[in-house]
């Protein structure tokens, strides 16, 4: 089975820039996460979808940062414009459901910004 | 809100010794317990997880039980080997029978580094 696929693997742009991630979820995962990684900090949820309707996007700075999830399977997070404390990785998770099911992370991607 | 806090790191040890990594909650309700490990240039993987208290969660040598009385999740291995090191990270989900959503919220995570 393929696992969470997540692209670019790494970014470099200047602050004031835009950027766009994508994954791609676990085929049939109903349930797609994500996180944002600062370095030496745990991921911090940024938004969760369930099929293609957010269900919490408390976190997420929404004057920049902006994520769908078009036909309830891939997703892009878009960040515009990047600003240096921006710098973290980016991993997208996806699951079977809510509730106590495992989430599967992808590779995360990993944003920096000068 | 929920939060987990993990023991300050990193931890050096040296193969076959004993491994505590400590780990404490908060949170309403009964929450889901993991133990997540990142190995060096790898993306993030359930370690292990308890659903309930007083459940033990196992995998690869590592176990953690929960233990609702403490409100801790301790992550022990018996015998550590070089190819343990690793960033683990402690993680709480909220119960779904308070509404909450099953997002998790992570610890800081702690370096583990084992010599031969």
């Known amino acids: 089975e393929a696992g969470v696929a997540q692209s670019p693997r790494y970014k470099i742009i200047e602050k004031r820039q835009s950027v766009a991630f994508w994954c791609n979820p676990i085929s049939g995962h109903a349930t797609l996460y994500w996180y944002q990684q600062i370095l030496g900090q745990g991921p911090k949820l940024l938004i969760q979808?369930?099929?293609?309707?957010?269900?919490?996007d408390s976190q997420l700075p929404k004057d920049r940062f902006s994520a769908e999830r078009l036909k309830g399977v891939d997703s892009t997070l878009k960040i515009q414009p990047a600003k240096l404390e921006d710098s973290a990785v980016y991993l997208c998770a996806s699951s079977a459901g809510t509730g106590a099911y495992e989430q599967y992370f992808g590779p995360g991607t990993r944003l920096t910004v000068t | 809100g929920n939060s987990v806090t993990q023991m300050e790191g990193p931890v050096t040890l040296s193969e076959e010794a004993f491994l505590t990594i400590n780990c404490t909650y908060t949170?309403?309700?009964?929450?889901?317990l993991f133990w997540y490990v990142q190995y060096p240039g790898e993306g993030l993987q359930l370690l292990l997880k308890?659903?309930?208290?007083?459940d033990k969660g196992s995998n690869k040598g590592f176990e953690a039980t929960y233990r609702k009385e403490t409100t801790s999740f301790h992550l022990e291995k018996g015998s550590v080997q070089v190819s343990d090191s690793a960033v683990y990270f402690c993680a709480l989900s909220a119960s779904p029978l308070t509404g909450a959503n099953s997002k998790l919220t992570f610890g800081k995570g702690i370096t583990l580094s084992v010599r031969p």
């Open positions: 979808f369930q099929n293609n309707g957010v269900v919490d």
């Open positions: 308890a659903t309930k208290a007083d």
């Open positions: 949170a309403t309700g009964y929450p889901s």
